[in-house]
C-alpha cells in the first residue's frame, strides 16, 4: 500500500517568513494529494489540494507542487502570520480506492 | 450548509467496556469514513462506509466495526476497550467514490479517554 512521510515534524518560524512542509509518497499510482490543517480542538480543514495533472497551485499565501517523477510534494506558506500556527497534514489517495494516507503531521509555530 | 457532526463530543470509558461514536455526513454525501488519531500523532484510516456497504477497512482489530445507516450517517463500535484506545475518533464525509477526485471534509472528532 500507500506509504506517506512528512518532514519535519514540528516547524517554527517569525512572522512575515516562509514556512515549507515535505512530503514523500511510494504508490506511484496515486493521484490526488490534498493539505489539511489542523487546528487545537478542532478536526482537519481541507486547505488546498493538488491532482497530478497540475505541477503547482496557488491560493493566495498558500501553494502547493508536485513532483510525479520524485513522488513528493511540498506545501509553501508565504507571510506567514500567528493564526498560520497548526498542525498541518498531507496525505495522497490513488485513483481506483477511496482510502486517503495521511503524513503523520508538522506542527507550525509562527512567532509573533 | 450544515458540515460533518459527531456526538459525543467527549467520551470516558474504562477498560473492557463498549462504546458507540456517530457520525452524520454532510447533505449529498454518500462515503463516511473513520480515522483514529492519537495523541501527537498522524491520522490512521479505520474504516470507509458507502452506500450502506464496508468498502475498506484499515489495520485495526475486529473489536472495532460500525455501519452506516440508509441516511447516510454512520456508527463506530469498538468492544473491550483498551488504554491505547484513548484517541480523538474524526470522522469524515465525501462525495460517491465513482468521483474521480474526492475532497474529504472532517468532523470536529470524538475524544475518547480509556482509565
Known amino acids: 500500500g500507500e506509504n506517506v512521510e512528512q518532514h519535519p515534524s514540528t516547524l517554527s518560524v517569525q512572522e512575515g517568513d516562509s514556512a515549507v512542509i515535505k512530503c514523500t509518497y511510494s504508490?506511484?499510482?496515486?493521484?490526488?494529494f490534498p493539505w489539511y490543517k489542523q487546528e487545537l480542538g478542532k478536526g482537519p480543514q481541507l486547505i488546498i489540494d493538488?491532482?497530478?495533472?497540475?505541477g503547482e497551485k496557488k491560493d493566495q499565501r498558500i501553494a502547493v507542487t508536485l513532483n510525479k517523477t520524485a513522488k513528493h510534494f511540498s506545501l509553501h506558506i508565504t507571510e506567514t502570520q500567528p493564526e498560520d500556527s497548526a498542525v498541518y497534514f498531507c496525505a495522497a489517495k490513488g485513483p481506483n480506492f477511496n482510502k486517503f494516507y495521511f503524513g503523520s503531521g508538522t506542527k507550525l509555530n509562527v512567532k509573533p | 450548509e450544515a458540515g460533518v457532526t459527531q456526538s459525543p463530543t467527549h467520551l470516558i470509558k474504562t477498560r473492557g467496556q463498549q462504546v458507540t461514536l456517530r457520525c452524520s455526513p454532510i447533505?449529498?454525501?454518500?462515503?463516511v469514513y473513520w480515522y483514529q488519531q492519537a495523541l501527537g500523532l498522524g491520522l490512521q484510516f479505520l474504516l470507509w462506509?458507502?452506500?450502506?456497504?464496508?468498502?475498506n477497512r484499515g489495520n485495526f482489530p475486529p473489536r472495532f466495526s460500525g455501519r452506516q445507516f440508509p441516511n447516510y450517517s454512520s456508527e463506530l463500535n469498538v468492544n473491550a476497550l483498551e488504554l491505547e484506545d484513548s484517541a480523538l475518533y474524526l470522522c469524515a464525509s465525501s462525495l460517491a467514490p465513482l468521483a474521480v477526485y474526492n475532497e474529504q471534509f472532517f468532523g470536529p472528532g470524538t475524544r475518547l479517554t480509556v482509565l
Open positions: 493538488i491532482r497530478s495533472n497540475v
Open positions: 462506509y458507502d452506500e450502506g456497504e464496508e468498502r
Open positions: 504508490d506511484s499510482a496515486s493521484n490526488y
Open positions: 447533505s449529498g454525501h454518500t462515503s
